[in-house]
């Protein structure tokens, strides 16, 4: 473990000693794991959830997904449904086929599904929804970057032609990219603040408090009643974690997702029970790596000497009481393209840090301007920069502003860290972090050898199960990205209700939060 690290171990060991005891989790980390299958006890009154994030934008053109898609699936439906265990099912497509190429996908929707306008759900205003997502302002627009056009046959029939084939599609469109509004909220003034969906809720904006809380009624003429649970849905969100922790104190929420592990105690204290799943990876993201914003970035050597710097062990107890699995890949485990030798690829080794430093130009170290926000406390952020100054790598914190990832995402600063979803598929993962145009492959850089894996990997089968796997050891070779370990994702129950967690998704499905 680091001297750093070591240090915060002896302050902090009464502590944790305190917490600990508060709760029945394995002393090793491991949370207690309720993510089977659930039943459903019948309709509630009312269900309370406690959020972490709040919703930037009710325009589905827009929206993001991750802990933002509860709000997004109370008031919508989309194209194609997700289960659980990330089987794709149907939603408002009852029907899904593609053509021999894989360049057309069409899709038949239901009939008799209505806006909660009172508008009827048509093939035309589906497919406008499509081009304008893919179009829009969500970080997400790259999961339909294949789509070229969407066009309706007919009433019911909606085809969406592709400039290559995308194996994740169908999985895209039971997320954020697969959201359908009613027309009238195109071009409407209100949009951002007046969802019109065909989804199993409706927006009570009279009981409502931007930035709060939010109430959802049940439709009555909601075409999927047996996924209506309660006849009230409230989303109350908490801005800062101590405020969610009172929250579960004073049982102010039936169900909740939270801030970090290191809430497991308070809440299973208050009598909640923790259901977990490792959701995504934290790290550094090396996003330079042209060296355009920072040249050592551009340099291999120097990405993999960051990669040897880090303490994963120390890095997990110190920041999530050991909840999660260290790692060195980005590409989850039940992906094609896990490797478990890749697990730890660059153990912590400060010595070989500083070697590979030398041996790329800088035997006095590195200097690195990373942002700080209000998000992450800064008792992490200096953790982090204390553990990278023993390899002689510095860390110069530059406060971020309101426009963060907006900067971020602009290319503002070279290396960050960062958490980001551990994608059911290989190509999601591609999709999210490696295309040129993926709004987390920051600098928009192609690689060449990526691209070639890549272009395997659309057409399926056992060369892209192979192509995939290559891609995550070139990845890690290269040191694109320097993970720290995988975090779980928890979300807490009380006693009347039951949750299935969801592979890959910061929150469950709607529809899978039950009375017990």
């Excluded at 929250?247 to 039936?254: E, G, H, K, S």
């Excluded at 990278?388 to 971020?408: K, M, P, R």
Aim: with cysteine; charged share 20%.
């Amino acid at each position: 473990m680091s001297r750093i690290l070591k240090a915060l171990a002896v302050g902090s060991a009464a502590a944790l000693a305190l917490t600990a005891c508060s709760g029945s989790g394995d002393a090793t980390g491991d949370a207690t794991d309720t993510s089977s299958s659930s039943s459903t006890g019948g309709r509630a009154d009312q269900l309370t959830i406690g959020a972490v994030v709040d919703i930037a934008t009710w325009k589905a053109a827009d929206a993001e997904w991750g802990n933002t898609a509860t709000y997004h699936m109370a008031v919508y439906d989309t194209l194609l449904r997700t289960a659980a265990d990330g089987t794709v099912e149907p939603g408002l497509a009852e029907e899904w086929s593609y053509n021999d190429d894989m360049t057309e996908l069409t899709l038949e929707l239901r009939d008799g599904v209505t806006f909660s306008d009172g508008t009827d759900l048509t093939a035309e205003v589906a497919a406008e929804n499509v081009l304008r997502f893919r179009d829009g302002a969500s970080s997400n627009t790259s999961n339909l970057s294949a789509v070229t056009d969407a066009t309706a046959v007919d009433e019911d029939t909606l085809v969406l032609t592709l400039s290559q084939p995308d194996p994740a599609l169908t999985t895209y469109l039971s997320q954020n990219s697969g959201l359908v509004a009613a027309a009238s909220t195109f071009d409407a003034a209100d949009a951002q603040t007046n969802p019109v969906g065909s989804g199993p809720y409706v927006l009570d904006a009279d009981a409502s408090t931007i930035g709060s809380s939010y109430t959802f009624t049940a439709r009555d003429d909601y075409w999927d009643p047996e996924i209506q649970h309660y006849d009230t849905i409230v989303i109350n969100y908490y801005a800062d974690a101590s405020a969610l922790v009172n929250a579960l104190r004073d049982n102010q929420v039936d169900i909740a997702n939270t801030n970090s592990t290191t809430q497991i105690p308070d809440a299973e204290a208050a009598g909640y029970t923790i259901n977990s799943l490792p959701i995504n990876w934290k790290g550094l993201i090396l996003a330079d790596r042209a060296g355009s914003v920072n040249e050592a970035l551009g340099d291999v050597k120097v990405r993999q000497a960051i990669n040897y710097a880090i303490d994963r062990e120390g890095l997990l107890q110190a920041l999530e009481s050991g909840y999660g699995e260290p790692t060195t890949q980005i590409f989850g485990t039940g992906t094609e393209a896990y490797l478990e030798e890749l697990e730890d690829a660059y153990p912590y080794d400060p010595e070989k840090a500083k070697a590979l430093l030398a041996e790329a130009g800088y035997p006095d170290g590195i200097t690195v301007v990373m942002p700080q926000t209000a998000f992450v406390p800064a008792s992490e952020s200096e953790l982090i920069a204390g553990v990278l100054a023993e390899s002689g790598i510095t860390v110069e914190y530059e406060q971020a502003g309101e426009s963060f990832i907006s900067d971020l995402l602009g290319g503002k600063w070279g290396m960050f860290a960062f958490g980001l979803n551990q994608e059911p598929m290989a190509w999601m993962t591609y999709q999210l972090a490696l295309a040129p145009g993926s709004a987390w492959n920051v600098f928009h850089q192609p690689d060449e050898t990526i691209e070639s894996l890549a272009a395997t990997m659309r057409l399926g089968g056992d060369d892209a199960d192979a192509a995939a796997k290559e891609m995550n050891q070139y990845v890690v070779e290269q040191a694109m990205f320097a993970p720290f370990y995988r975090v779980l994702g928890v979300i807490v129950t009380n006693d009347a209700t039951t949750v299935t967690m969801k592979d890959g998704q910061a929150v469950s499905n709607l529809w899978d939060i039950v009375p017990a």
